[in-house]
C-alpha cells in the first residue's frame, strides 16, 4: 500500500467526532464587516471549479476577480474528499470547495467558521433547496456558501458499447462481455476514495433488495460486509483506481479504458478532445455532490475570501462553471442567458434530477435508518484501504 494514500485517508483528526458527528459551532467570531482585501486568497479546490482561461480562453471567470479586488487567486487542487480535509487540517488555505462527506467532518473538527450571509448580497439569489442544506448548516449556522452540485456518472467508450450506453453499473462491477466482445477485465476503473463504498452500497439496493438498504450511506454490519465483498470482487477487473481526473482523461484516450464512474468534468473533456466517449446514469441511479465554498477559521486572508464567495454566486459565473464543469449551478438565475451553457444547459446536466441524487455525506454511527447504528466512517476509510491493497 503505498504510503501517499495511507497519509490521504488517515490524516483526519476528525474521524473521531464523526462517529456520532456531534457538532458544536466553532468558536471564531463571525465577521460583521469588510475591510480591504489582503491580496490574494488561497483556495483548495476540485480540478477545474476555478479556472483562469488557461485550458480554454472562454472559460474565465478568475481574472475579472483579481482585476477588480487585488485579491490574486492561489488554487491548490485536491482529488479526494480526504485530501481536502487534510489540508484544511493542515492550515495555511482560506477557502475549501467541499462536498458533503467533508464539510461536517470541518464543521466537527472546528476547520471552517460561521459564514455570516449579510456580508454576501447575492446569498438570497442562492437556490432554495441548497441555502439551509444539512452539509453545510448546522444548528441554523451557515458555515458555508453553495457553490455547484451535480451526479456522479458512468463514462464509458461508445466504440466499445457499440454506441448503446449500458443500463447499469455492472459493467464496473463484474466481470462481463461488453458489446465490442472483449472482456471488461482491465479495462474499467473505480474512484480512489472511501466514499466509493457507497456507490457499492447502491448498486446492492437495486440487485440485492433482501439485505434490506435505504440508504447507501447508512450501512449495518450485513450490508457493509454486502458491500465490501463486492469491491473485492471488484478489484479483479480494476484497472485503476482513479482520483486525479487528468490521469483518467489519458487513461481513457491511451490506455484502453473503457467504463468508469467519473465527473461530468472529464466527460466534457474527452469530448472536446474528441474522444468516442459519453456519460449515464444507470438503472440503479447514481451518488452525486453538492459542493459548498468554506472559509477556514484561521483564515489569512478573510476579506479577499468573502470577496471570493460572492463572487462565485455571479450568475454568469455560475453558468460558465456550469457549462465547463458539466455541473448544476446553485444560482438558477445562471440557467438563463448564458451563452456558453445554453438554453437548456442546466437540464442537461440534471437540474431536475435533485431528489434522485444520494448526495455525498459523512457516514455516522448514529442514524435514522438503523436501529442497531451504522458503520461510521472511520471504519470505511481503514476497510476500503485494505480493499485496495488486496484485503
Not at 6 to 15: F, G, W
Not at 59 to 84: H, I, L, P, Q, R
Not at 286 to 298: E, F, P, R
Request: glycine share 8%; net charge negative; hydrophobic share 40%.
Amino acid at each position: 500500500m503505498p504510503t501517499s494514500r495511507v497519509t490521504r485517508y488517515l490524516h483526519l483528526p476528525a474521524l473521531a467526532a464523526c462517529a456520532s458527528l456531534i457538532v458544536q459551532p466553532v468558536l471564531a467570531a463571525e465577521m460583521t464587516e469588510l475591510g480591504k482585501g489582503e491580496g490574494q486568497v488561497d483556495i483548495v479546490a476540485w480540478p477545474g471549479y476555478i479556472e483562469r482561461g488557461e485550458t480554454d480562453k472562454a472559460y474565465d471567470w478568475v481574472s475579472s476577480f483579481e482585476k477588480d479586488t487585488g485579491c490574486k487567486v492561489n488554487v491548490k487542487t485536491a482529488g479526494t474528499s480526504d485530501e481536502m480535509v487534510a489540508l484544511m487540517n493542515e492550515g495555511g488555505f482560506d477557502l475549501v470547495t467541499a462536498s458533503g462527506d467533508a464539510s461536517l467532518r470541518l464543521i466537527a473538527g472546528k476547520r471552517v467558521a460561521p459564514i455570516n450571509t449579510k456580508l454576501i448580497p447575492s446569498w438570497s439569489s442562492v437556490d432554495e433547496r441548497l441555502q439551509n442544506a444539512p452539509w453545510h448548516t448546522v444548528d441554523g449556522v451557515h458555515y458555508g456558501v453553495p457553490y455547484q452540485w451535480g451526479s456522479n456518472v458512468l463514462m464509458y467508450n461508445t466504440e466499445a458499447f457499440k454506441g448503446a450506453a449500458p443500463k447499469s453499473w455492472s459493467v464496473v462491477f463484474e466481470e462481463q462481455t461488453l458489446p465490442d466482445g472483449k472482456s471488461n477485465k482491465g479495462r474499467v476503473q473505480a474512484f480512489d476514495g472511501p466514499i466509493y463504498i457507497a456507490d457499492a452500497a447502491l448498486y446492492l439496493m437495486a440487485h440485492k433488495p433482501e439485505l434490506g438498504i435505504k440508504d447507501p450511506y447508512e450501512l449495518n454490519e450485513e450490508q457493509y460486509k454486502a458491500a465490501l465483498d463486492l469491491l473485492r470482487g471488484q478489484r479483479k477487473i480494476v484497472q485503476r483506481y482513479w482520483h486525479d481526473a487528468m490521469i483518467q482523461v489519458d487513461d481513457f484516450t491511451n490506455e484502453g479504458v473503457v467504463a468508469s464512474s467519473s465527473w461530468p468534468f472529464q466527460v466534457n473533456l474527452l469530448i472536446s478532445q474528441k474522444q468516442p466517449v459519453a456519460s449515464t446514469i444507470p438503472e440503479e441511479g447514481a451518488t452525486g455532490w453538492a459542493d459548498t465554498t468554506m472559509m477556514h477559521v484561521d483564515a489569512p486572508h478573510p476579506n479577499c475570501a468573502y470577496k471570493w464567495m460572492q463572487h462565485s454566486l455571479d450568475p454568469k459565473v455560475q453558468g460558465d462553471l456550469a457549462s465547463w464543469f458539466g455541473s448544476v449551478p446553485s444560482v438558477p438565475a445562471a440557467c438563463k442567458g448564458n451563452e456558453l451553457l445554453g438554453a437548456e444547459g442546466c437540464k442537461t446536466n440534471g437540474m431536475d434530477d435533485f431528489e434522485k441524487i444520494h448526495f455525498w455525506r459523512t457516514p455516522v454511527a448514529k442514524c435514522p435508518t438503523q436501529e442497531a447504528g451504522c458503520v461510521p466512517y472511520y471504519r470505511w476509510v481503514s476497510d476500503y484501504i485494505a480493499v485496495l491493497g488486496g484485503r
